[in-house]
């Protein structure tokens, strides 16, 4: 029996990746220079495809980074100049917040306990906040916070900017992006590919926002500054010697999932999540970590194991399973 992988990152690759990556070295692609014609139209076209899978509106750019803790730590740098305001809920949510402090914005948060969810339109949000974020699947719990919740933020707060945190719920999640300014995801998660890519998402207004800060001489950072970001995008390439490899198997791997039909792709995701949710709910022993159902999410389940994440995620791997345990202090207790 061929390994399974029900891992939340790096997950179980896409059926398909091995033969794209043999394809790609085939073609020499991990050798055509990154300024060249066959890489401008790599850039292109796996950027269309991207766009048309997660229904990106065209005005918005999409730029490549190493990752998405580089992705929270751009945006910090490009979005914000004194405040941005954060909805924790688990570990990934708070490293986001714990950025911005780093980088010596003045931020604040709404924090619920891990298993909680956020309230996200009854919480006061500061008119001096200038960016709105909130994670979409906080992984290391496995809540998730409902779309259209995220999406009234916009009309809320028209002044903000919305970030949004897809990394794990991405090409799941239906998210209206005229709704936010800002995502992104990498792709070892829902993509099933290897790690070291992500992909950013800039809406125009953010993008001004950024080019604002750089009047003011505030440092949106060097080669990675939306400014050169996007001097290099308009001409399909990126500021540094980029992965070639992974954008071309990307590009593939999004032009399957294209094919198979992203509606199909989410309707299995449901359904998976369906099952699982409806075992655990009934068993004596085990639970979903997350009670409150309008919270819990479809692509990364966490269950309360009482203790036994050890053993059980031993004797799954025995028959050639393997289950991500519990993050960070619920690595005993949760799968
Ligand atoms: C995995 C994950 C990240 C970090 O992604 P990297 O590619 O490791 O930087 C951030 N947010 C969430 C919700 C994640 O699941």
């Not at 740098?77 to 914005?105: D, P, T, W």
């Not at 924090?111 to 909130?134: D, F, K, M, P, Y």
């Not at 239906?174 to 990498?186: N, P, Q, R, V």
């Not at 791997?253 to 294209?258: E, G, H, N, P, Q």
């Amino acid at each position: 029996m061929k390994p399974l992988f029900f891992t939340p990152g790096p997950s179980q690759l896409y059926p398909t990746f091995n033969k794209h990556l043999q394809t790609a070295l085939a073609e020499n692609i991990a050798s055509i220079s990154h300024r060249g014609e066959a890489f401008h139209s790599i850039v292109s076209e796996t950027i269309a495809d991207l766009k048309r899978l997660l229904k990106i509106p065209k005005e918005y750019r999409l730029f490549f980074l190493a990752s998405s803790l580089e992705s929270m730590e751009r945006i910090i740098e490009n979005c914000v100049y004194r405040e941005s305001f954060h909805f924790i809920n688990g570990a990934f949510s708070r490293k986001f917040f714990q950025m911005a402090l780093e980088l010596g914005k003045k931020s604040r948060k709404n924090e619920v306990q891990a298993g909680e969810g956020n309230e996200l339109l009854t919480t006061r949000i500061s008119e001096t906040s200038e960016v709105i974020v909130v994670t979409h699947n906080e992984t290391s719990t496995g809540c998730m916070l409902p779309l259209a919740e995220i999406c009234a933020l916009r009309s809320m707060y028209p002044q903000q900017l919305i970030a949004v945190d897809i990394v794990s719920s991405a090409p799941y999640g239906k998210i209206d992006f005229s709704c936010l300014d800002l995502a992104f995801f990498s792709v070892q998660k829902g993509f099933g590919m290897p790690a070291g890519l992500s992909v950013l998402i800039v809406s125009p207004a953010a993008l001004t926002k950024a080019r604002w800060l750089g009047k003011k001489n505030i440092v949106t950072g060097s080669y990675h500054r939306f400014s050169r970001l996007d001097e290099n995008m308009e001409k399909r390439e990126t500021p540094e010697t980029p992965n070639v490899l992974y954008l071309t198997v990307l590009g593939q791997i999004v032009k399957d999932m294209l094919k198979k039909g992203r509606s199909h792709l989410q309707s299995e995701t449901e359904k998976k999540a369906k099952m699982m949710y409806a075992y655990f709910g009934a068993h004596k022993i085990y639970s979903p970590f997350i009670k409150e159902k309008k919270f819990r999410s479809t692509t990364t389940i966490v269950i309360d194991v009482k203790g036994k994440a050890l053993e059980l995620a031993e004797k799954l791997q025995q028959k050639q399973i393997y289950v991500g345990k519990g993050y960070g202090v619920f690595k005993n207790t949760h799968l």
